[in-house]
């Protein structure tokens, strides 16, 4: 599957943004979906999962309460809704595909990443 994230850009702390990751090549509803960030110097770390039915969602304990993940398996798109940014959550965020539908925590269970969106979050 070939993901393509969108919506990355400037933002000034306490802002929203709202990525999108589209999905094209196989069915998407095969497929949990996480969003990962990478900051600069730092280890790839996980965002948020949710189920290939959207019915479990994961939230890492920072972003709980302002980040929210959906999708819509209609329009092979996963979105990850962030308010209240942070300027310590400027990153590269990437979305990816577990092919294992309740979604893991583990990055290496993801088989499909996405090249990823820049976030800047200013102060």
């Known amino acids: 599957v070939q993901l393509q994230a969108f919506g990355g850009g400037l933002v000034q702390a306490g802002g929203s943004l709202r990525l999108s990751c589209a999905a094209s090549g196989r069915t998407f509803s095969n497929y949990a979906m996480g969003w990962f960030r990478q900051a600069p110097g730092k280890e790839r770390e996980l965002v948020a999962v949710?189920?290939?039915?959207?019915?479990?969602?994961y939230y890492a304990d920072s972003v709980k309460g302002r980040f929210t993940i959906s999708r819509d398996n209609a329009k092979n798109t996963v979105y990850l809704r962030m308010n209240s940014l942070k300027p310590e959550e400027t990153a590269v965020y990437y979305c990816?595909?577990?092919?294992?539908?309740?979604?893991?925590?583990?990055?290496?269970?993801?088989?499909?990443w996405g090249p990823g969106t820049l976030v800047t979050v200013s102060s």
């Open positions: 949710i189920s290939w039915s959207g019915g479990r969602v």
């Open positions: 990816a595909a577990d092919p294992g539908r309740e979604g893991s925590n583990m990055t290496g269970d993801y088989d499909y």
